[in-house]
């Protein structure tokens, strides 16, 4: 079973703390949902764990390896894909060549078209064209293809239409049930609480939930607390 590990792990921007000892796990067929306001830290968290920004201290573990000191390449090589905010895709090239590029020698397209078979029908135009839900389904897919163990999913919904964040929910919930361990920001908390196992609520850079969704799906009161700071709840 495939495990990350985040132990104390601080980040700074400018010299300022952003994440500030956080401590999260995700394992092999399940989602690790991570919730805050905006400003909480959560995508300088991720930025941390993937290596695009250094980290001041603390440990990456992925399946017992120490990834603090490797480079973001070395990251992603080990398993750790990184699905950025924005929904980076390459304009110019189609579909499929947005595919192509990440493609694992030992994956297939057909494992990204059987996720989105929306895009199987997209496969010959120019990923600028298409909507921003297929350019986010390209973004997962290109992911997936280059067959990691852990994801990290910041953001996916965006400016989404409701319908269209639905169906990604619907994909994301399936690459861990094929195996695959999750991490996902954002910021629908109801709709991704529905789908995950583990929450987080981070806030000023510091875990003060960590628990089952469910627990914290059914208690919408203190969700709403810890987004705030009224209260300190990490358990």
Known sequence: ?????????????????????VEIEAKSGEISVLLGSNGAGKTTLLEGIS????????????????????????RARAGLSH??????????MTTEENLKVA??????????????????????IAA?????????????????????KVIMIDEMSSGLAPVVVS???TAVRKLADDGMAVILVEQFA????????????????????????EELARDPARLHRLYLGEASEAT
Request: net charge positive; charged share 20%; aromatic share 4%.
């Open 83 to 92: 699905v950025e905010q924005g929904r980076t895709v390459f304009s110019q």
């Open 103 to 124: 493609l694992h020698p030992d994956a297939t397209l057909d494992e990204a078209y059987a996720l989105f078979p929306e895009l199987r029908q997209r496969r010959d």
């Open 167 to 169: 169906r990604l929910m």
């Open 1 to 21: 079973m495939t495990t990350l590990s985040i132990n104390g792990l601080i980040v700074n921007r400018s010299g300022i703390p952003v994440v500030r000892g």
């Open 128 to 148: 600028g064209m298409l909507s921003g839900g297929e350019q986010q389904m390209v973004v997962i897919a290109r992911a997936l293809v280059g067959r990691p």
């Open 51 to 74: 290596g695009i920004i250094a980290s001041a201290a603390g440990e990456v573990m992925l399946d017992g390896h120490d990834l603090m000191r490797a480079r973001a390449g070395v």
């Open 190 to 213: 109801t709709l991704a609480l529905a789908i995950g196992n583990r929450a987080y609520v981070l806030r000023r850079g510091q875990t003060v939930y960590d628990g089952g969704c």
